[in-house]
């Protein structure tokens, strides 16, 4: 009887012990589909049986909507993953919005989608996932939305979440979908200075989902960011993005290293394609594995099951990487 609770107890250590392994595929968020060798491979081993594609983005502007940077595709674009159409639509749309141009966004979005999906003989699933940081001032248009499409298509609409419509749900409200993906990443600003990583500082998105599990829809996906970018600051302290950097490209002769990840150029020049002046400088945000880890860890305590979307397939950032 004494061994038998032992074994008991150990089989209980061993089990709260065990990593849960989560199911993961990617986001794609290049306009003109194309996959090289890398990233084929890496979506062929993806345990997820879909890759959800970035279709197009919506806007306004004048008044009008209109759809911004349409798919392209190239032939390498084979894969046996089902397509899931995703597309990010600008606050602004939803701004002053009557209920006659919700209707008539639904119908050209979906329409869109249709076109674009039949054009390049993309096998898409029955979802259509839309992005949109909604908030307080355009919610209830943005859920009417959300409702309006889902009747014209006849498909299963999801939305995402970012990590500030979870804190103050009461203001941005709970969108009428069955599953949401939480968008684990943009913890900050990097146009902002800040000593914290702008892609995601744990620390702060732990903050923010305190309280994810008093969520009221319980079908929650995850999205976590392994992509990278250099923040340059300029003489004036003005910032601006370059995307894909790492600290490999900070190893120049030309530049002088401040820290682990940040240089200060010492000679002015072409650098990743930009004109950048002596004095300038360049800091390098990437996302570790070890972060990763932390945040699957904590959200494995809050959400009971989840898989995992990657941002994004890219061969840039999907080598070397342990999924």
């Not at 995402?160 to 804190?167: I, N």
């Not at 829809?217 to 992509?227: D, G, M, R, S, T």
């Amino acid at each position: 009887m004494k061994v038998l609770k032992i074994l008991w107890v150990l089989f209980f250590i061993v089990s709260c012990n065990k990593k849960e392994n989560h199911p993961y595929t990617f986001y794609y968020w290049k306009t003109h589909l194309k996959l090289d060798q890398d990233e084929k491979k890496v979506l062929d081993q993806a345990s997820v049986p879909y890759l959800y594609t970035r279709f197009f983005d919506v806007d306004k502007a004048g008044g009008k909507f209109q759809p911004v940077a349409v798919i392209t595709k190239d032939k390498s674009f084979q894969t046996d993953k089902q397509i899931v159409p995703t597309v990010f639509i600008t606050n602004q749309t939803m701004l002053a919005i009557s209920q006659d141009e919700i209707r008539f966004l639904a119908e050209s979005i979906h329409h869109l989608i249709q076109k674009k999906a039949e054009e390049y003989h993309l096998k898409v699933n029955n979802e259509i996932q839309i992005d949109c940081d909604w908030t307080a001032g355009t919610r209830d248009d943005y859920f009417k939305f959300l409702k309006e499409l889902k009747n014209v298509s006849g498909k299963n609409i999801t939305c995402t979440l970012r990590l500030h419509q979870v804190k103050d749900k009461k203001q941005t409200g709970i969108p009428p979908v069955d599953k949401v993906y939480l968008m684990c990443y943009s913890t900050s600003s990097p146009l902002e200075k800040s000593d914290k990583n702008s892609i995601l500082d744990v620390n702060t998105l732990k903050s923010y989902l305190s309280k994810i599990e008093d969520y009221p829809i319980k079908k929650i996906e995850v999205a976590l960011p392994i992509y990278s970018w250099g923040i340059i600051t300029n003489h004036l302290g003005k910032h601006k993005l370059i995307n894909a950097l790492s600290k490999k490209d900070l190893e120049n002769p030309n530049f002088k290293k401040i820290s682990d990840h940040e240089v200060e150029i010492m000679k002015d020049g072409f650098y990743f394609r930009n004109y950048l002046n002596k004095g300038f400088k360049i800091k390098v945000e990437e996302i570790t594995d070890e972060q990763l880890e932390d945040v699957t860890r904590f959200l494995e305590k809050k959400i009971p099951h989840f898989n995992i979307i990657y941002y994004q397939l890219d061969s840039k950032f999907v080598l070397d990487r342990k999924f």
